[in-house]
């Protein structure tokens, strides 16, 4: 018999490739960090002998989620600033807060915080944007969880930088210290064009090219952000963009809830990602993004959280839910965006939107052991017709009870296994106490 690590049994297997492949009463074959073989049940005991077995017998195990928008270095402004328009909740809330508090250690314990948020709903990977990227790797470190850390780049003064000049070589700085690190992947994140002047912007494209990084930008998530475009530039931001050729299959374009025929001739034509933050959009009155057009038109669509100050969660089956039943409202088609396509939103787009789609996203020999168990035995998920239906449409996060990274288990039996749960209650009490007063 061959030797594995771990044999992991489960009622349902789901792949997330095949049209979400559902596979009953089979097994996935772990050694080290990957995946060697999906197969039935019994077929897998008669081959691989392992040194753990781990049984899941009224779960569905299937591909960790990638939140593949956030800033969780704000979890201690979760409900600091609720039921604002955007640009009042950024300039008069939130930019003000960051100047105020923003530091390496406030950072690093609001990303902690996040991460074991993060880990207890069933993420094993996000794409974030914030500032004191140092903070924000070495808590994802400890967790264990996969970071992949945007260099933000403002022309807002905070605690962080004041000028764009500051922002670039810090970030440069930051490249040059964790590039080589195991479980960090590093990218370029301008914030938007209502932050940045045109150079600023080609400038930070020239360095995701020169060094080969994944763009990040928060585009056309407003009409305020369009109209204030149009009144200075004569342009729309997607339209400022193109012209410096950064719209591509390189760039993550954050929200897009504003797009116009002109915006949909672009996209179609440079192929960029979209990320679609429901949840926050919604809260914000931002707009929807136009997912099911975009998806008709081959365009890659991945889900993010976007930040617990607009959301408030990191909850990633909620932004499945809200992602699916919001397409339907907003086109009027009950059969929009339906579960089995929210779920690849939720695990492979994203993983194609971070290109690493060939290392995760779903459940494939080969590919990285990042994987969950959903305990769909609940009351509130009975009874069970159709697995993927019942998680995206029924299931809460609460019935994730184990998270593996890499063949490494983080959650199990919802209990963190690399981070102390009574010890983050006990600091977000202290950072609530500072704040308020």
């Not at 049940?41 to 299937?62: C, F, G, I, M, N």
């Not at 979890?75 to 508090?101: I, Q, T």
């Not at 406030?106 to 990227?133: H, K, P, Q, W």
């Not at 019942?390 to 296994?417: H, M, P």
Request: charge should be negative.
């Amino acid at each position: 018999m061959e030797q594995v690590d771990y044999l992991i049994h489960a009622k349902w297997i789901i792949t997330c490739e095949e049209q979400n492949r559902v596979l009953e009463n089979h097994t996935l074959a772990i050694q080290g960090q990957k995946i060697v073989d999906i197969l039935p049940k019994e077929s897998a005991l008669q081959r691989y002998q392992a040194l753990q077995e781990h049984h899941y017998d009224t779960h569905a195990v299937l591909p960790g989620f990638i939140n593949s928008h956030t800033h969780i270095g704000m979890s201690f402004f979760r409900g600091l600033a609720d039921d604002l328009k955007l640009m009042d909740w950024l300039h008069n809330h939130m930019w003000p807060a960051e100047k105020k508090w923003l530091g390496q250690e406030f950072v690093y314990d609001a990303s902690l915080i996040a991460m074991a948020e993060m880990i207890r709903c069933g993420t094993t990977r996000f794409n974030d944007m914030f500032f004191f990227f140092e903070a924000t790797a070495e808590a994802a470190l400890q967790a264990g969880i996969h970071a992949h850390i945007g260099m933000h780049i403002m022309n807002v003064p905070n605690a962080w930088a004041t000028t764009s000049e500051e922002y670039f070589a810090k970030a440069l700085a930051f490249y040059d210290a964790y590039k080589n690190t195991e479980g960090i992947t590093i990218t370029m994140a301008p914030h938007s064009t209502y932050t940045l002047a045109i150079d600023d912007l080609i400038k930070a494209k020239e360095i995701a090219d020169q060094l080969q990084l994944k763009i990040n930008i928060h585009l056309q998530e407003s009409a305020a952000e369009v109209q204030q475009s149009l009144d200075t530039h004569h342009k729309r931001p997607l339209q400022r963009l193109y012209e410096i050729d950064m719209i591509s299959p390189n760039l993550n374009a954050v929200h897009m809830t504003q797009l116009d025929e002109r915006d949909f001739e672009i996209v179609q034509q440079t192929r960029p990602s979209i990320i679609h933050c429901p949840e926050s959009n919604m809260k914000l009155a931002s707009g929807a993004c136009p997912v099911e057009k975009l998806i008709r038109l081959g365009i890659n669509v991945a889900l993010g959280t976007d930040s617990v100050a607009s959301n408030n969660d990191l909850d990633m089956i909620g932004e499945m839910r809200s992602a699916a039943l919001l397409s339907k409202v907003t086109t009027g088609d009950a059969c929009s965006i339906s579960a089995d396509q929210a779920l690849k939103m939720a695990t492979l787009n994203g993983a194609k939107a971070l290109a690493i789609d060939h290392l995760a996203g779903s459940l494939v020999p080969g590919k990285i052991a990042d994987f969950i168990a959903i305990d769909l035995d609940c009351l509130e998920t009975q009874p069970l017709y159709h697995p993927i239906s019942q998680i995206v449409y029924a299931a809460s996060r609460d019935q994730v009870t184990d998270v593996w990274v890499g063949g490494k288990q983080l959650l199990k039996n919802r209990q963190l296994l690399t981070l102390d749960e009574k010890e983050l209650r006990a600091k977000a009490q202290i950072w609530r106490k500072k704040i308020k007063s």
